[in-house]
């Protein structure tokens, strides 16, 4: 515990003596944890968005020919038993029939990829399913299915596979540019560490001299390291906490055409996220960078 | 005195650098507890070679070295802190932490060991009153003169009191008044019971405190006498 105190003394003392190389890695690890929340927001955001759209599309259940009415609210209620179940509507054949009819005359065809063979007759009578979390969708489609009297269960999402894609797309692309960030500021965070050490070579000697442990004589640049790595790591999460409803807001009254689309997260529960996300590769770059240069300058 | 203890011995030791130089050939010796021994010798002959090897800073390419009844060869690396901590050590250029006052500067040997704040308080300040520097606890070592910054030294090495005190010229960058007032120093310690090994160039010193002189040249011990002098 005295160890930790006089290394948190040392280790600050020392970030002030190089601010110069404290500052670049403040700032490396800043930009790298702004872009890291940066990514983190869009990702979670299109996330969001990719859940609604599925769940606004909902899965469609056909019946076997001949199937009665009886056997038909039958259905319904064992469809309506799972828990991921949100909503259950029954659409008769009839309105079917007038919904294809009036598709038809809107787009001209090409109807064929939501009813499959069906044909909008007698037997097209269905059951429009929607759930709650769309993750389970697969699950509850093949549960369905079992059901006996189901003879087809549609499930449309070429919206949501579309911004899927999209969003994976993005998330190789933030993974790679954060991964060199983080490269960089493991870099940068061990060459301020290591002008720390320089600077106090005659006082790690003495110390050494005295009978200073390798932990004590280690402890004020590995706190230095950390520190330098939680500043980094608290300056965009300053930012991003004054800035991300600001930039909901912004675009939501910008781009109100596609408000439809357009659901975010919570700032809460972004940064329930984003704040030990941050500060945890922020700790860790620090972490890392000062042991990598405690390890390479201190070997006696 | 108590019966004799010997706490520091050196078998056939020698100590070869990377470069091929032998700094120490085969030196056999031993000191007691309680002893004060002056080492001496011209420059290169291996006197501080001998201090860093007690040190276990440089280590033996023969012969083995035991201190207070511990081989250092077979000293872990873990272990060496512990072991330094029965060492007290001072040198010719002081090495005092520039931006620390002089109780900081010798609170730093308390806090290496971890002793509790009322304690270190107490013990630095009686250190402080031995090495005549009570009054000058605030001081930067800019604001000291040589001889007083040699003090805080001797108060750093000796706080956490070392049964051992070594010496690497000690007074090779003071005034012969303030030389006198070190070795003074030094000997009170002994005095107090702390065995101590100097290495010196100072012959009037050597010759007018009529101590145990080990002779070294070219890294082969070459006198050791009970109460020696030293001709340059
Ligand atoms: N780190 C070292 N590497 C190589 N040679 C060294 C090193 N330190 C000292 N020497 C050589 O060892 C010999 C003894 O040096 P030293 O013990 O410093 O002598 P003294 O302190 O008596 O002047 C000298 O020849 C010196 O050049
Ligand atoms: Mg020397």
New interface residues.
């Given amino acids: 515990m ?2 930790f105190q ?1 290394g948190l003394k040392q280790g600050i003392k020392s970030i002030w003596q190089n601010r110069l190389f404290s500052l670049a890695a403040i700032g490396t690890i800043a930009i790298c944890l702004f872009l890291l929340g940066l990514f983190y927001a869009i990702i979670s955001n299109f996330e969001h968005m990719v859940y609604n759209a599925e769940s606004s599309v909902g899965v469609t259940v056909f019946f076997d020919a001949g199937i009665s009415q009886e056997q038909i609210d039958q259905i319904g209620r064992e469809i309506r038993a799972y828990k991921t179940v949100d909503k259950v509507t029954y659409v008769s054949a009839e309105e079917a029939w007038k919904k294809f009819q009036k598709e038809m005359n809107a787009e001209g065809g090409e109807l064929e990829d939501t009813f499959g063979e069906e044909n909008p007759l007698k037997d097209s009578a269905s059951y429009e399913v929607y759930l709650t979390d769309v993750s389970n969708q697969e699950n509850i489609v093949r549960a369905i299915q079992d059901i006996d009297g189901v003879r087809k269960v549609n499930s449309s999402n070429t919206v949501a596979d579309g911004l899927s894609s999209f969003n994976a797309l993005i998330a190789y692309i933030s993974a790679t540019i954060i991964l060199l960030l983080i490269l960089v500021s493991v870099f940068l965070i061990s060459s301020a560490v290591a002008a720390g050490i320089r600077v106090r070579k ?2 790690i ?10 932990t ?1 004589v280690k402890m004020p640049f590995i706190i230095e390291g950390i520190f330098i790595g939680m500043i980094g790591a608290v300056v965009p999460l300053v930012v991003f906490w004054f800035v991300y409803e600001k930039l909901i807001d912004f675009i939501l009254t910008h781009f109100s055409a596609l408000s439809q689309w357009l659901t975010f997260v919570g700032a809460s529960e972004e940064f329930r996220v984003l704040i030990p996300m941050s500060l945890l590769v922020g700790v860790g770059i620090g972490f890392a960078g000062s042991a990598m240069s405690v390890r390479k300058h201190l070997v ?1 | 005195m108590s019966k004799q203890e010997t706490l520091i011995r050196l078998q056939d030791v020698t100590v070869r650098y990377s470069k091929g130089t032998e700094a120490l050939r085969e030196v056999s010796l031993s000191v007691e507890k309680g002893e004060f021994v002056f080492v001496v010798g011209c420059s290169g002959s291996g006197k501080s070679t001998f201090i860093k090897t007690l ?1 276990g ?1 440089v280590p033996v390419s023969s012969g083995n070295i035991i201190v207070s009844q511990k081989r250092l060869d077979k000293l872990k690396r ?1 272990e060496l ?5 029965t ?1 007290g ?1 001072v040198f010719q250029e002081f ?1 005092l ?1 520039e931006d620390r006052n002089v109780y900081e500067n010798v609170a ?2 308390q ?4 002793v ?1 704040n009322e304690r270190m308080k107490r013990n630095v300040s009686i250190m402080l009153e031995m090495v005549g520097l009570a009054q000058k606890s605030k001081a930067y070592p800019k604001e000291l003169s040589g001889g007083e910054q040699q003090r805080v030294a001797i108060a ?1 090495a000796m706080v ?1 009191r070392p049964g051992i005190l070594l010496a690497d010229e000690p007074t090779g960058n003071l005034d012969p008044e303030n030389s006198w007032e070190i070795m003074g120093l030094l000997d009170e310690m002994n005095k107090l019971g702390t065995t101590v090994v100097v290495v010196t160039h100072n012959n009037e010193i050597v010759n007018r405190m009529q101590k145990r002189v080990i002779t070294l040249n070219n890294g082969n011990l070459i006198k050791d006498e009970a109460q020696g002098g030293y001709v340059q």
């Avoid at chain 1, 000697?205 to 390798?214: L, P, R």
């Avoid at chain 2, 802190?81 to 901590?85: E, G, I, S, T």
């Avoid at chain 2, 806090?111 to 971890?114: A, E």
């Fill in positions: 005295k160890t006089y005659d006082e000697s003495i110390m050494q001299y005295i009978g200073a442990t390798e004590f006696r | 040190l800073e873990k802190p512990y072991y330094r901590r060492l050590v090495r932490l730093l040997a806090r290496v060991i971890g509790e750093r956490n």
